[in-house]
């Protein structure tokens, strides 16, 4: 019986087992963490496209519809160069309402157009016309019949015009754009400048869309690297643990093995990024 209390070979293959299975357990708690990291940014992504795809398709209806009121505006000025009288102005009232009511704020500037005649909300001008109703009704009900008659007589007049653009043209305005910068805006078209300012928004979601997909597959790409380091440790354990059984020198060779393996791996798993 050697009166050694422990085995040198026994001791030494003990603490590189527990040292590997340590290793192989902080490996895949690694791994772990960066596919827990790639669910969240894949599913961020797939957000941000749908959300990126929405803005896109409404900022390409207003790109659409910005041009469609130019080419009108254009038709009615081009009228309007040609005939003269009521007919020039009125078509010039209607190229100006094109401008000044139908276009985006962005495409009116792009168009080079004075920004003083620009109608930013059209609805404030319908909230007015609100309490001006309600004061008509209020009138009629006070005056008797005669109120009455002379709300009638308003409703069926603005009934004509609510759908003549004609007659909205030339009531809804309080101001129109000067001829000449109307004839001046024939030179001017919607660029490419003005496209990509006007689709900028839907072109940056898409790109924070792509970055977040970036950032799952790296951690993709991580969590697949420890998990390797998880296979090379459990191959370091195999060795080690296979050294046990022999009695001869040559159990030293697996410890070397298993040694090697759990260095290499660990050296190895330092220059991968760890998820925090």
């Known amino acids: ?31 772990g963490q960066w596919g827990g990291r790639q669910l969240e940014a894949f599913s961020v992504a797939n957000t941000l496209t749908t959300k990126a795809a929405t803005q896109y398709t409404e900022d390409t209806v207003l790109i659409n519809a910005d041009y469609a009121a130019v080419a009108a505006a254009k038709g009615y000025i081009l009228q309007a160069r040609d005939a003269g009288g009521q ?15 139908q276009m985006s704020e962005l495409g009116y500037k792009a168009m080079g157009l004075p920004m003083e005649y620009y109608v930013e ?7 007015e016309a609100a309490p001006q109703a309600g004061e008509a009704q209020a009138a009629a009900n006070t005056d008797g019949g005669a109120g009455a008659q002379a709300t009638e007589a308003v409703d069926e007049e603005e009934g004509d015009d609510e759908d003549d653009p004609e007659a909205i043209a030339a009531t809804a305005m309080e101001r ?10 024939l030179q001017t078209e919607l660029d490419d400048d003005y496209i990509d300012k006007a689709l900028a928004q839907g072109t940056q979601m898409f790109a924070d869309a792509d970055k977040k997909f970036e950032e799952g597959r790296a951690a993709n790409e991580n969590g697949d690297q420890f998990d390797l380091a998880v ?16 009695k001869t020198k040559v159990r030293w060779g697996f410890f070397g093995a298993g040694m090697i393996l759990f260095v290499g791996t660990t050296i190895f798993m330092m220059t991968l990024p760890w998820a925090g």
């Open 1 to 31: 019986m050697s009166d050694q209390p422990f085995d040198k070979f026994e001791l030494a293959t003990a603490i590189l087992l527990g040292l590997t299975a340590i290793g192989a357990a902080i490996a895949g708690q690694q791994g």
């Open 87 to 101: 007919d020039r102005e009125r078509n010039l009232d209607l190229a100006s309402y094109q401008y000044m009511y």
């Open 121 to 127: 909300d059209e609805e404030e001008g319908e909230g």
């Open 176 to 185: 129109d754009i000067p001829d000449e910068i109307l004839l001046a805006s």
């Open 231 to 246: 296979v090379f440790l459990t191959v370091a354990l195999f060795f080690a643990g296979l050294g046990l059984v022999f």
